[in-house]
C-alpha cells in the first residue's frame, strides 16, 4: 500500500503455495481414484526430503520473513546460483526480477542439517529443491512443463523424479507400498526396473529430441540425486498424476538435462559444502542469518504491539479507524495473503498502486474481517522495497475473551467434540467459485 496515498491502493498478491498433500493409506491408491482413471496419462513419482517450505521472491518461511527460516533460504539458493552461473555473476538479481515482472512465486523445500533442528534423518548437504511455481496474479499453478521451461532457463534444482506411463501406474504404486518400510535410496530405480521390465531412460539417453523413450520405460529426471544430498534413509513418495504424456514431456526433459549437466559437480559440491558449514554450526553462517537480508522485507516498528495492530487497521480498513483489533501479534497460526488463496500456512502481501476500485474492495473486505474475526485475525505490516506490504494472520484458535461467557447446556443429541474441541477447520473466507466452474 502507498503511505502517501492510502486511497489509491491495488492488492496484489506475492506469494502462496500449493496445500498440503495426502498421505495415502495401506489400501488407497491414487491410480485407483475416478479422476486419475478419466483424465491421467503418467504418473510422476518423486522422493519427499525433509526441510521447511521456502517461497521467494521475496524470501518467506515459518509465516512470516526476516527469520532464520526465510534467511538460510535465500543464502543457499544465492549460493546455487553462484556455483551454476560461474559466467553470469548476476543470473540470482535476474531471475529475482524475471519472477517479479511475471508474478512467479516458486516454492522450495529447503533441507538443512542440525542449525536449525532436525528433521527426520540428518541430511548430508545444505539445499534447496523447487517443488511448484505460483502464478500470483491467476492465483493457479503452473503445469509440470512449465516448471520444467523455467527449470532449464534457470538452472533450478528441480527434484529428483520418475515419469511414469499411466498403464504401469498401478503396478508401480503397488511396488512402493509393498516396499516402503524396507526400501532405500538405492533400491529405487532397481525396483522400477524391475516393475517396468526395463531401466529408466535418462533426461539426455538419446540425441535427439524428437526420439520419445520407449513406451513402457520410465523417464528420470534430476538435476542432484536424494541419495546424494539427504542419504539412504526414505522418508516417502510424493505421487501425482498428470494429464500430460511422458511422450510430451520428454523434449522438455532433454533440454532440462542439458541446461543442468554441465553444472551438476559445481551445485553438489557447493551443498555439500553448506552442509558441512550448518553441521559444525560455524559462527560466521549463525550470524548471517541473525542479521537482515539485502531484499527481505522489513517489520515496520512502533511503540507496542497494541500500536502497529491499530496502525495496520487503520490503513486496512481505510477511514473507519483501527476500533476492533486483532488479537495479540504472536502465536500466529498462518499468515494469508489478501485476494488469494487465505487459511492457515498463506503467505502474502498487498502493494502497488492503482484505482479506487481496488481500493474499496480491499477496505471492505478488511471491514468485514475487523467485524467477525477481529478476535482470529491480526495484522502485521512492513515494508518491501518502498511500499508497504499486510500480512494477515489466522490464528488457529481464537484467543480467549476478557470475560468468559457462559458456556451453553449441552443438547442431549450433540457430539461431546463438537462443544469440548476446536474445530478442525477454519472459516472459509475466500469462496468457491459456483460447482459448475470448479476444476
Known amino acids: 500500500m502507498s503511505g502517501a496515498n492510502e486511497a489509491a491502493v491495488r492488492p496484489r498478491l506475492l506469494a502462496h503455495f500449493l496445500p498440503k498433500f495426502d498421505n495415502e493409506?495401506?489400501?488407497?491408491?491414487?491410480?485407483?481414484?475416478?479422476?486419475?482413471?478419466?483424465?491421467?496419462?503418467?504418473?510422476?513419482?518423486?522422493?519427499?526430503?525433509?526441510?521447511?517450505?521456502?517461497?521467494?521472491?521475496?524470501?518467506?518461511?515459518?509465516?512470516?520473513?526476516?527469520?532464520?527460516?526465510?534467511?538460510?533460504?535465500?543464502?543457499?539458493?544465492?549460493?546455487?546460483?553462484?556455483?551454476?552461473?560461474?559466467e553470469a555473476p548476476g543470473a540470482f538479481d535476474e531471475w529475482w526480477a524475471h519472477a517479479a515482472a511475471h508474478g512467479l512465486c516458486y516454492s522450495f523445500e529447503c533441507v538443512v542439517p542440525r542449525v536449525l533442528g532436525d528433521h527426520g534423518a540428518t541430511p548430508h548437504a545444505a539445499y534447496m529443491v523447487l517443488t511448484t511455481v505460483s502464478h500470483t496474479a491467476s492465483a493457479g499453478f503452473l503445469s509440470p512443463a512449465e516448471v520444467l521451461r523455467l527449470g532449464a532457463l534457470w538452472r533450478l534444482p528441480l527434484n529428483e523424479a520418475w515419469f511414469v506411463p499411466w498403464e504401469a501406474a498401478g503396478a508401480v504404486e503397488d511396488a512402493l507400498h509393498a516396499a516402503r518400510w524396507t526400501l532405500r535410496d538405492s533400491d529405487v530405480?532397481?525396483?522400477?526396473?524391475?516393475?517396468?521390465?526395463?531401466?529408466?531412460?535418462?533426461?539426455?539417453?538419446?540425441?535427439?529430441?524428437?526420439?520419445?523413450?520407449p513406451l513402457a520405460s520410465a523417464v528420470h529426471q534430476h538435476f542432484l540425486r536424494h541419495g546424494e544430498t539427504q542419504g539412504e534413509v526414505l522418508e516417502g513418495f510424493v505421487l501425482m498424476a498428470l494429464d500430460v504424456t511422458v511422450g510430451a514431456l520428454w523434449p522438455l526433459l532433454q533440454a532440462y538435462e542439458a541446461a543442468v549437466k554441465p553444472h551438476r559437480a559445481a551445485a553438489l559440491s557447493a551443498a555439500l559444502a553448506s552442509g558441512r558449514e550448518c553441521m559444525a554450526g560455524e559462527a560466521s553462517l549463525l550470524q548471517a542469518l541473525e542479521l537482515p537480508a539485502p531484499r527481505e522485507p522489513a517489520r515496520q516498528q512502533g511503540p507496542s504491539s497494541a500500536a502497529r495492530q491499530e496502525e495496520a487497521w487503520r490503513l486496512a480498513c481505510g477511514d473507519e479507524?483501527?476500533?476492533?483489533?486483532?488479537?495479540?501479534?504472536?502465536?500466529?497460526?498462518?499468515?494469508?495473503?489478501?485476494?488469494?488463496?487465505?487459511?492457515?500456512?498463506?503467505?502474502?502481501?498487498?502493494?502497488?498502486?492503482?484505482?479506487?476500485?481496488?481500493?474499496?474492495?480491499?477496505?471492505?473486505?478488511?471491514?468485514?474481517?475487523?467485524?467477525?474475526?477481529?478476535?482470529?485475525?491480526?495484522?502485521?505490516?512492513?515494508?518491501?522495497?518502498?511500499?508497504?506490504?499486510?500480512?494477515?494472520?489466522?490464528?488457529?484458535?481464537?484467543?480467549?475473551?476478557?470475560?468468559?461467557?457462559p458456556r451453553p447446556a449441552r443438547p442431549a443429541s450433540t457430539s461431546p467434540r463438537s462443544l469440548d474441541q476446536p474445530p478442525t477447520h477454519e472459516p472459509n473466507f475466500w469462496p468457491l467459485p459456483p460447482a459448475g466452474g470448479r476444476a
Open 25 to 86: 493409506g495401506t489400501e488407497s491408491r491414487l491410480a485407483h481414484h475416478p479422476d486419475a482413471q478419466a483424465h491421467a496419462n503418467c504418473l510422476a513419482v518423486s522422493k519427499k526430503h525433509s526441510g521447511h517450505l521456502v517461497m521467494c521472491p521475496p524470501f518467506y518461511s515459518k509465516n512470516g520473513s526476516g527469520n532464520s527460516y526465510s534467511r538460510i533460504g535465500e543464502l543457499l539458493l544465492r549460493r546455487h546460483f553462484a556455483a551454476v552461473w560461474p
Open 189 to 213: 530405480e532397481a525396483l522400477l526396473a524391475s516393475t517396468l521390465g526395463g531401466a529408466a531412460q535418462g533426461g539426455a539417453a538419446q540425441a535427439s529430441a524428437e526420439a520419445a523413450p
Open 321 to 405: 479507524g483501527a476500533e476492533g483489533m486483532g488479537g495479540a501479534e504472536e502465536g500466529v497460526g498462518g499468515v494469508g495473503g489478501v485476494g488469494g488463496v487465505g487459511g492457515v500456512g498463506g503467505v502474502g502481501g498487498v502493494g502497488g498502486v492503482g484505482g479506487s476500485g481496488g481500493a474499496a474492495a480491499l477496505h471492505l473486505l478488511f471491514r468485514t474481517l475487523r467485524t467477525l474475526y477481529s478476535r482470529r485475525v491480526t495484522l502485521k505490516l512492513s515494508v518491501y522495497e518502498g511500499q508497504q506490504q499486510l500480512q494477515v494472520g489466522v490464528l488457529s484458535r481464537a484467543a480467549p475473551p476478557a470475560t468468559p461467557i
